[in-house]
T-cell receptor, first 119, second 114 residues
Framework: AQTVTQSQPEMSVQEAETVTLSCTYD???????LFWYKQPPSRQMILVIR??????QNATENRFSVNFQKAAKSFSLKISDSQLGDAAMYFC????????????????FGQGTILTVHP | GAVVSQHPSWVICKSGTSVKIECRSL??????MFWYRQFPKQSLMLMAT?????????EQGVEKDKFLINHASLTLSTLTVTSAHPEDSSFYIC??????????FGPGTRLLVL
């Protein structure tokens, strides 16, 4: 079974600084997707970034970028120029690729990291 | 991105009553939707996978008779908590995959059983 581990229960950063959230995963699959989701105090889950395992290039979305190390099964999220609105709980998630099967489409989540942004 | 709605956003009910939560994909069709439960400051726990036109697939340990799921159309799935008890109080979230296989989440429903 696939597992996702976020080893940092809490992180903090000063406004305008950069912070990196860690995520490791374990899988025997070669085709899969990785995601970072943000859950602010409203508790609405918001997709931050998505990475396909077959792509070597790291995904970026504005101030958010990932460091995808497939061999090491590591998928960290870097937030640059942190803003107060970035304060939230961040979840790393895994989904296997391909179609069909009982686990099709299911996400496996990490434990989450609470990010605090200090003004 | 795609939009998923949930209704109601919060509900308070008496112990022993049933509560229905609706999940809709507003701008796309979803053959598969997912229902999660989340406790404060914890991760999401998958309860079941809702399949349009067929029975839901429940995760191990989730009571099928307690949490009834109906996927009536390609844009609507419902979760009914039957004979609710205080321990069923939680935050329930639904989600759906768009055609690009990215999962989008509803805003969640806070359930409080008195």
């Amino acid at each position: 079974a696939q597992t996702v581990t976020q080893s940092q229960p809490e992180m903090s950063v000063q406004e305008a600084e950069t912070v990196t959230l860690s995520c490791t995963y374990d899988t025997s699959e070669s085709d899969y997707y990785l995601f970072w989701y943000k859950q602010p105090p409203s508790r609405q889950m918001i997709l931050v970034i998505r990475q396909e395992a077959y792509k070597q290039q790291n995904a970026t979305e504005n101030r958010f970028s990932v460091n995808f190390q497939k061999a090491a099964k590591s998928f960290s999220l870097k937030i640059s120029d942190s803003q107060l609105g970035d304060a939230a709980m961040y979840f790393c998630a895994y989904r296997r690729g391909g179609a069909g099967g009982t686990s099709y489409g299911k996400l496996t989540f990490g434990q989450g990291t609470i990010l605090t942004v200090h003004p | 991105g795609a939009v998923v709605s949930q209704h109601p956003s919060w509900v308070i009910c008496k112990s022993g009553t049933s509560v229905k939560i609706e999940c809709r994909s507003l701008d796309f069709q979803a053959t598969t939707m997912f229902w999660y439960r989340q406790f404060p400051k914890q991760s999401l726990m998958l309860m079941a996978t809702s399949n349009e036109g067929s029975k839901a697939t429940y995760e191990q340990g989730v009571e099928k008779d307690k949490f009834l799921i109906n996927h009536a159309s390609l844009t609507l799935s419902t979760l009914t908590v039957t004979s609710a008890h205080p321990e069923d109080s939680s935050f329930y979230i639904c989600s759906a995959n768009d055609l690009y296989e990215t999962q989008y989440f509803g805003p969640g429903t806070r359930l409080l059983v008195l």
